[in-house]
């Protein structure tokens, strides 16, 4: 069963500090994706990387950068915490073999910046 | 770009009803619908999806339909138990474009 991990559940950063989000995933996929959940906007996709050291911006990028230096790994970064960049933050991968393909979630990162 | 509304945010039913979500799509190119569901404190999972080529699909209690005219599709529950409680989240996507998702919508099941 593919594996999406994410290094932290809980985090909790103060104004203006760098922080970074991992995300590994186990089962070689090409395509891994940066989600933000805030409670009645769904879904927002912040950034995603179709290969290794590719990025594409989403619809909410604003505040934050990414890197992908292996393909196994996607890091989210925010470069100056602030606080309406607390929320919940997964990430998920999918194999790559077509554009639509079922995604595969991570457990999350509840982020509060205070 | 694709805009997804999703109706109701809310869904409250007895054990054994059927529950029907509601989703529209604004761009005429989606040909990729999926249904994920996120049990509380878990992470999403896709449940069923559907492609444009097909009008419905069902895969025992659930099923998709689709009405491309219209541009929307449905997610439909029968025989609702407790465990189907969650957050349930449409979504489209077409040609080389990512899964826009709808704001979700939270169905409870009571006993």
């Known amino acids: 069963d593919v594996k999406v991990t994410q290094s932290s559940r809980y985090l909790v950063k103060r104004t203006g500090e760098k922080v970074f989000l991992e995300c590994v995933q186990d089962?070689?996929?090409?395509?891994m994706f940066w989600y933000r959940q805030d409670p009645g906007l769904g879904l927002r996709l912040i950034y995603f990387?179709?290969?290794?050291?590719?990025?594409e911006k989403g619809d909410i990028p604003e505040g934050y950068s990414v890197s992908r230096e292996k393909k196994e790994r996607f890091s989210l970064i925010l470069e100056s915490a602030s606080t309406n960049q607390t929320s919940m933050y997964l990430c998920?991968?999918?194999?790559?073999?077509?554009?639509?393909?079922?995604?595969?979630f991570g457990s999350g990162t509840q982020l509060s910046v205070l | 770009g694709e805009n997804v509304e999703q109706h109701p945010s809310t869904l409250s039913v007895q054990e054994g009803d059927s529950a029907v979500i509601k989703c529209t799509y604004s761009?005429?190119?989606?040909?990729?619908f999926p249904w994920y569901k996120q049990e509380l404190g878990k992470r999403p999972q896709l449940i069923i999806d559907?492609?444009?080529?097909?009008g419905e699909k069902k895969d025992q209690r659930i099923a998709v339909t689709l009405n491309k005219t219209a541009k929307h599709f449905s997610l439909h529950i029968t025989e609702t138990q407790p465990e189907d409680s969650a957050v349930y989240f449409c979504?489209?996507?077409?040609?080389?474009?990512?899964?826009?998702f709808g704001k979700g919508t939270m169905l409870l099941v009571s006993p």
């Open positions: 998920a991968s999918s194999l790559g073999q077509a554009v639509n393909e079922k995604l595969f």
């Open positions: 089962m070689d996929h090409e395509n």
């Open positions: 761009d005429s190119a989606s040909n990729y």
């Open positions: 979504a489209a996507s077409g040609g080389y474009s990512t899964l826009t």
């Open positions: 559907i492609r444009s080529n097909v």
């Open positions: 990387s179709y290969d290794v050291k590719m990025k």
